[in-house]
């Protein structure tokens, strides 16, 4: 049974091998010869494929084909090869401790470099190719990226904040005014940030900070992004509050993370910036993705509200509203720098359909994190982030922890020390 029949890319019989062909002699192809394929953009798995990897690039892709002679071939019988696994919100430079944020106050940046090294690899054991890093200290993310035996990393720097605002310690405070973030941002472009985050309201990560309320006046905020867009940079920004939500929405903003809907008291998500959301398409990245970890519970003011939250998740994603899964990796015990794995099981509950779960976390994230041209498919010209798991990852979610082998950027990832979670 074969998905995307109508894909030109994808057809079932063999693609690209001609070209592969030719470059055999070069001795630098691998084949991977697995028993099931998820695309990435499928419904459905596609029997006994072949995917040729020529350096870092995926060259061919077919079903039920012999790898071409001169191939080096990797049996993975019994395996399912999938797109290495993209995670739209991530904190390196957080090491999933119960005391995140003081650790990592207590380190200098050689040791947080170190520690954000550290945290890439985690990620890639656990299949995770592609990290959009939405929060560092001192920019720290940017001079890891290209790195080999590390994820692929988009990187936004230290989030824009106010003064004492969410995260302020990781150092990207602005003045609350037009003239403070255009401030901000142009030197968050001169860096060379390949996104801008901005705190559109508080978060529980800073006490003092007000998750119900939006940290910047609304015009501020819609300066902020427009001077990203002119600058050529998308934004996403983090949005709890209501009222920060709909100043978001109205300052133009790319995507925006958490939408929880927060408000002093509860939860509540007004039918018509749901509506806006969806049609606009903002990206909107669902904090979902949580290994368990015994005795570890929700905060009280989260577990009041998560029932709430989880249904507006729902009514977002039957709106039709674009949707990925944002983890928040390295915050806390119950997330791992890998903890996307652990994000189709809950988006199933959510309401998706089980391959849609999967799209979620590759093509449709790869998509959001401005990657689509080369990340989240196994396509030939995509980057050979490749994926192999014991068993059926459609039919079930708990495959994405039997990792049997990843490829990033056609380099096998060493698997010791052993992959956590299960
Ligand atoms: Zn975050």
């Not at 470059?23 to 040729?52: E, K």
């Not at 071939?73 to 005391?99: E, M, R, Y």
């Not at 790869?366 to 030939?380: D, F, S, Y």
């Not at 990852?393 to 708990?398: E, F, L, S």
Request: charged residues 20%; hydrophobic residues 45%.
């Amino acid at each position: 049974m074969y998905a995307n029949l109508d894909q030109p890319n994808l057809s079932p019989r063999t693609t690209g091998w001609e070209n592969a062909a030719m470059t055999t002699s070069t001795g630098r192809l691998t084949a991977l010869q697995a028993s099931w394929l998820f695309d990435g953009t499928g419904s459905a798995l596609i029997s006994d494929p072949v995917v040729l990897i020529e350096g870092s690039t995926i060259r061919g892709v077919s079903s039920g084909g012999s790898p071409p002679r001169g191939a080096t071939v990797i049996d993975l019988s019994g395996a399912t090869l999938l797109p290495g696994l993209v995670d739209t919100h991530v904190h390196l430079a957080f090491d999933t401790s119960a005391d995140a944020v003081g650790n990592l106050a207590r380190r200098q940046d050689g040791e947080v470099a170190d520690a954000m090294k550290c945290a890439g690899r985690d990620a890639l054991r656990g299949g995770v190719t592609t990290v959009r890093d939405l929060g560092d200290r001192g920019y720290l993310s940017l001079g890891l990226r290209g790195q080999a035996g590390l994820p692929t990393i988009i990187a936004a720097g230290p989030p824009i904040t106010t003064p004492a605002g969410h995260c302020h310690y990781l150092g990207g405070t602005a003045e609350p005014t037009v003239e403070g973030v255009v401030i901000a941002v142009r030197e968050h472009a001169a860096r060379g940030v390949d996104v801008i985050k901005i705190m559109a309201s508080g978060g529980s990560l800073t006490p003092g900070s007000r998750q119900d309320l939006a940290q910047f006046p609304a015009e501020v905020l819609r300066a902020a992004v427009d001077e990203a867009h002119r600058l050529g940079l998308p934004v996403t920004a983090h949005a709890h509050a209501v009222g920060a939500i709909a100043d978001a929405v109205a300052a133009g903003v790319d995507g925006m993370e958490h939408v929880s809907f927060w408000t002093a008291d509860g939860v509540d998500a007004p039918a018509g910036l749901i509506r806006l959301i969806a049609d606009r398409q903002i990206a909107v990245g669902a904090t979902v993705g949580m290994r368990p970890v015994p005795g570890r519970t929700p905060p009280p003011e989260v577990a009041a509200r998560l029932p709430a939250i989880m249904a507006n998740t729902r009514r977002l994603h039957q709106a039709g509203a674009l949707m990925v899964a944002g983890t928040d990796a390295g915050i806390a015990p119950v997330k791992p720098h890998d903890a996307v794995r652990y994000a189709p099981a809950m988006l199933v509950q959510l309401g998706y359909g089980q391959a849609e779960a999967l799209r979620t976390i590759t093509s449709v994230a790869a998509g959001v994190c401005g990657l689509a041209h080369r990340k989240g498919r196994v396509a030939p010209g995509f980057d050979a982030d490749v994926l192999a798991v014991d068993g059926d990852p459609i039919a079930d979610p708990d495959a994405l922890h039997r990792v049997r082998a990843v490829y990033a950027r056609g380099t096998p990832v060493p698997a010791d020390p052993p992959v956590t979670g299960s």
